[in-house]
């Protein structure tokens, strides 16, 4: 047989341990817009030297404006990457390594500024967001 208890005292609530608030974008964050800046800014150096590459490698007619202005405002980024490696592929054809190697250091370029933003950015005591 089960012992009933009298019903005159009510049982407290246990007391519960404070509530810690964080915001999703607390931990871990930083400068979100200046890594954005860098990326954009650095996919556009990438695909104006890409356009080059392959502008060099299919043939495409230095006559043609449009060819031309992308030839000249990427050959300004190429140029220090020029004479690296030689170049093969005949007169209207040109395999074009200066932009391969143009491609490549750029975008490391941009990922390190990335990374160093996030860094420097991130608040004391918290790891920055990985990539």
């Known amino acids: 047989m089960a012992v009933q208890q009298p019903d005159s005292a009510p049982v407290p609530a246990p007391a519960s341990a404070p509530v810690q608030h964080y915001s999703a974008g607390e931990e871990g964050s930083y400068n979100f817009r200046a890594t954005a800046v860098v990326g954009f800014i650095v996919g556009i150096v990438d ?13 495409a007619s230095a ?10 405002v990427s050959g300004v980024m190429v140029a220090p ?21 143009a491609l490549v250091v750029y975008a490391v370029i941009g990922w390190g500024i ?7 950015t991130a608040p004391k005591g918290t790891k920055p967001a990985s990539s």
């Open 47 to 59: 695909i104006l030297i890409a356009a080059r590459f392959l502008g060099k490698l299919l043939g």
């Open 63 to 72: 006559s043609s404006s449009f060819v031309h202005a992308i030839y000249q």
């Open 81 to 101: 990457f020029t004479g690296i490696f030689g170049d093969t592929g005949t007169k209207t054809n040109t395999f074009e390594t200066a932009s391969l190697v």
């Open 114 to 120: 990335v990374v160093l933003i996030r860094i420097i």
